[in-house]
């Protein structure tokens, strides 16, 4: 099992500087994903982990050894493309067993990890067809089985599901997920889609214009956002923009542009006069009849601008003072009394506030 060490990478194409100074440690057999939007630097900074493409600057080490200098194919890491990259031409069993052939590896021996590999992936009869003779989810268990027959030490994938449907997608993740855990592969996974990367990864590093922004468990990211990009980019939030009127030992009194006043659990480095962005996840609003109190919570009122239905739950949009407030509820009897037009109440609890400083 092999650990990767990415120490202050730096590559540029021209005047573009793709990949600007990132460092990251992943530990061995975690699942780690790379999470950013188009052009942030994903594909870049996994092509210099295979060997694909030459840093500018900045070290790679796989257990402490320097990998700068090792080619490719003597890394072993196995890696499925943003395109699968498979050979159209050439059977199932050849797009596999290439990586073999490659490495001189005995002919029985190439038969029998094939058909290994195959069957991991649920192909075992498809190792005569074509990719053109297969469906878009196959063709990713084609590219993932090329990957995994080597016995990588580190499996790279980029974006893998991205070609595929939204319910496949879904499942496609949690087969890789319960592949990596079973083989204990030390695993970067890129992609840019937020849900995705909460629900597959042990941590993930959100990045920005070729840098990491931010690195954590799935929860800490979600829940305690290091800046307005990370909470916007990882799923949609409430954000009000105000400043620390009070800071005490217990809580946290933000008066808001608009003149409100938010009481958040106290946290350490908030200081009176503080510029910063209140975060709260619409999960963690409440709807209520107009006029709700609560001594604890902290509560709004506006008027039910729009309520969208999402199957299990239902999203409403609350106008107060010219800001949409989005809270998501369960309940159908809140929908059975609020109309769209009503004027109405939010709450939230000072636990569920993230406070980001404004730099
Ligand atoms: N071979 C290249 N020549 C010139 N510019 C490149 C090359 N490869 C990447 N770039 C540029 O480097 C930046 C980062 O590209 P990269 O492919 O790493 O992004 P990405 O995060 O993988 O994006 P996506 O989510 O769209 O796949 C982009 O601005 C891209 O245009
Ligand atoms: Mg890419």
Not at 57 to 79: A, C, H, Q, S, W
Not at 241 to 265: D, F, P, Q
Not at 272 to 294: C, I, K
């Amino acid at each position: 099992m092999v650990d990767v060490k990415l120490e202050n990478l730096v590559k540029a194409f021209g005047s573009v500087i793709a990949v600007d100074g990132v460092s990251l440690q992943i530990s061995k057999s975690e699942f780690f994903t790379l999470l950013g939007p188009s052009g942030c630097g994903k594909t870049t900074t996994l092509r210099m982990i295979a060997g694909f493409n030459q840093p500018d600057n900045g070290e790679i080490y796989f257990n402490d050894r320097l990998m700068n200098y090792v080619p490719p194919d003597k890394r072993n890491t196995g890696m499925v493309f943003q395109n699968y990259a498979l050979w159209p031409h050439m059977s199932v069993f050849k797009n596999v067993s290439f990586g073999l052939e490659m490495r001189k590896i005995p002919g029985q021996e190439i038969k029998e990890r094939v058909k290994a590999a195959l069957n991991l992936v649920g192909l075992g009869g498809f190792a005569d067809r074509t990719p053109d003779q297969l469906s878009g989810g196959q063709q990713q268990r084609v590219a993932l089985a090329r990957a995994l027959v080597i016995e990588p030490d580190v499996l790279l994938l980029d974006e893998p599901l991205s070609n595929l449907d939204a319910k496949l997608r879904v499942e496609m993740r949690k087969e890789i997920k319960s592949l990596q855990k079973k083989l204990a592969i030390t695993t970067i996974y890129v992609t840019h889609d937020q849900k995705e990367a909460l629900a597959v990864s042990d941590r993930l590093a959100v990045m920005g214009i070729g840098k990491i922004v931010q690195v954590g468990a799935p929860s800490e990211i979600y829940s305690n956002p290091k800046n307005r990009f990370v909470a916007s980019f990882i799923g949609l939030i409430n954000l009000f923009h105000g400043k620390v009127a009070v800071a005490k030992e217990k809580e946290v009194v933000i008066k808001t542009r608009m003149g409100l006043e938010i009481v958040a659990s106290a946290l350490d480095e908030v200081n009176t006069g503080m510029e910063v962005l209140v975060a709260v996840r619409p999960e963690n609003v409440e709807v209520h009849r107009y006029g709700f109190t609560h001594p604890q919570k902290n509560v709004i009122n506006g008027v039910i601008e729009a309520i969208e239905y999402l199957g299990s739950i239902s999203r409403y949009s609350i106008k107060s003072d010219q800001k949409i407030i989005n809270a998501d509820q369960y309940s159908p009897e809140a929908e059975e009394t609020l109309q769209l037009g009503d004027k109405a109440t939010i709450s939230f609890e000072r636990e569920h506030i993230s406070l980001i400083e404004i730099l």
